[in-house]
Nanobody, 128 residues
């Protein structure tokens, strides 16, 4: 089992930065691909960024490429999302997720159905 707790959300001005953190518990955390998703009111949950178990492979949604960076720290059992140049359209609840299955391949997932463990979410609000 994996438990995830997000932190770091808040209110920021247009163009500002925030760093989200996802603390994980569970012995198999370091062998699972991870992802960050977001959901705005009235919209479907969408992938923001994904990372392989090793951290060597990553992927980003087109609308955050060049602005967001996903990373993982094994010693701290943590996955982070650094968000720069934030825009009002980035306003949403952000969720950390761990893949349902462990893997030793350099894969990452953008489909939320691949993820079986979710955090409770943290709100990010970007004012214009």
């Amino acid at each position: 089992q994996v438990q995830l707790v997000e932190s770091g959300g808040g209110l920021v001005q247009n163009g500002g930065s925030l760093s989200l953190s996802c603390a994980a518990s569970g012995r198999t955390f370091n062998t699972r691909p991870m992802g960050w998703f977001r959901q705005a009111p009235g919209k479907e949950r969408e992938v923001v960024a994904a990372i392989s178990w090793s951290g060597r492979s990553t992927d980003y949604a087109d609308n955050v490429k060049g602005r967001f960076t996903i990373s993982r720290e094994y010693a701290k059992n943590r996955v982070s999302l650094q968000m720069n140049s934030l825009k009002p359209e980035d306003t949403a609840a952000y969720y950390c997720a761990a893949a349902s299955y462990i893997t030793n391949s350099e894969t990452y997932y953008t489909d939320p159905l691949r993820y079986g463990y979710w955090g409770q979410g943290t709100q990010v609000t970007v004012s214009s």
